[in-house]
């Protein structure tokens, strides 16, 4: 199946600064990505939709300026988490799919942020 | 939006068994997969079935679209089978995937 590379795989950072986390597809055009968030012993939540070349589609909830998404290329798409805080703390995962919309869906290997 | 419910939440089988998880859906769909979450995060795709039925070795697959339910049947159970089978299901609005709630499977050696 198609790759999707995630980094970090784990990132600790203090209160208040800022994390970015990319997500790639090694081997296929994605002009569409999706994050998603999974805390402890629940399922995945979709936070939002990167459409490259244009603004992301955030979930309800979610906060835009929080947590910003650029999607520069066809296969990169990048999440910064601004100004971090401990309730924060997550499992972050990307996924992408190739160009068209009926295609299966494939994940990164997700990225575990923990804010001190 | 589209609603996915899984059954059951939790099931711990001995190693050999055989076992079915369910997938039930609220709404029409144009994609529907089966994963399995390890314990380090990682989502490996079981299966791509909108429709019909799929195996791979001994993991199997069936959806019915028309009465909006998946199977995913896991057969001679091993402890390497251990961990979270999620369904999730793409509506008809922009391809994004909505997740149940996962089945939580333990296998006893």
């Given at each position: ?25 090694l ?22 939709t ?7 589609t ?32 997550s ?20 990225t ?5 | ?8 939440p939790?099931?711990i ?7 079915t ?11 529907l ?21 799929k195996q ?11 009465e909006?339910y ?12 251990s ?13 994004k995937?909505i ?11």
């Amino acid at each position: 199946g198609a790759v999707v590379s995630q980094h970090p795989s784990r990132v600790i950072c203090k209160s208040g600064t800022s994390v970015k986390i990319e997500c790639r597809s090694l081997d296929f055009q994605a002009t569409t990505m999706f994050w998603y968030r999974q805390f402890p012993k629940q399922s995945l939540m979709l936070m939002a939709t990167s459409n490259e070349g244009s603004k992301a589609t955030y979930e309800q909830g979610v906060e835009k300026d929080k947590f910003l998404i650029n999607h520069a290329s066809l296969t990169l798409s990048t999440l910064t988490v601004t100004s971090a805080h401990p309730e924060d703390s997550s499992f972050y995962i990307c996924s992408a799919r190739a160009l068209g919309q009926n295609t299966e869906a494939f994940f990164g290997q997700g990225t575990r942020l923990t804010v001190v | 939006g589209i609603q996915v419910e899984q059954s059951p939440p939790d099931l711990i089988l001995q190693e050999g068994a055989n076992s079915t998880l369910r997938c039930n859906f609220s709404d029409s769909v144009n994609n529907l997969q089966w994963f399995h979450q390890n314990p380090w995060g990682q989502l490996i795709n079981l299966f791509y079935i909108p429709s019909g039925t799929k195996q791979n070795g001994r993991l199997s697959a069936t959806t019915v679209a028309t009465e909006r339910y998946s199977l995913l049947y896991i057969s001679s159970s091993q402890t390497t089978d251990s961990g979270v089978y999620f369904c999730a299901v793409s509506d008809n609005q922009g391809g994004k995937l909505i997740f149940g709630q996962g089945t939580e499977l333990s296998v006893k050696p």
